[in-house]
Structures are given as structure tokens and as C-alpha cells.
């Protein structure tokens, strides 16, 4: 569960900002995604290989 602690004095808009960027850092919304369907596990393993040549790829041009 994702929750800040808001002060009194505090803006609403900073609040909910920090709030925004600590939900995105958890990962909530990605574990959400990656729940609503089922993926078969030979297509997750084909997204992982092509996932790392993109890496591989980057770090060489780097």
C-alpha cells in the first residue's frame, strides 16, 4: 500500500505530487498490467530475450 504522510502546513498539490511520484516508483500500476491477462510462459521468455538485445544493443552504442 502506497501512503504519504501529509503535514498541516503543507500545499495539497505538493502532497499529492510527492504521492504521484512514489506511486509510479512502486510499481503498482506496471504489477497491475502485468496481472490482467495471462501470458503464456513461452511468450514471456521470447519478451525477455528481445528485452536484453535491446539492452545489449543500447550498451554498445554507449
Known amino acids: 500500500m ?5 503535514s498541516e502546513n503543507e500545499n495539497i498539490d505538493k502532497a499529492l ?3 504521484k511520484k512514489k506511486y509510479e516508483r512502486s ?3 506496471k504489477e497491475f ?5 495471462y ?3 513461452s511468450i ?4 525477455e530475450r528481445i528485452k536484453a538485445q ?3 544493443s543500447r550498451n554498445r552504442n554507449n
Open 2 to 6: 502506497v501512503g504519504i504522510l501529509v
Open 17 to 19: 505530487k510527492r504521492f
Open 27 to 29: 510499481g503498482v500500476l
Open 33 to 37: 498490467k502485468k496481472r490482467t491477462f
Open 39 to 41: 501470458t503464456k510462459p
Open 44 to 47: 514471456e521468455k521470447r519478451m
Open 54 to 56: 535491446r539492452r545489449a
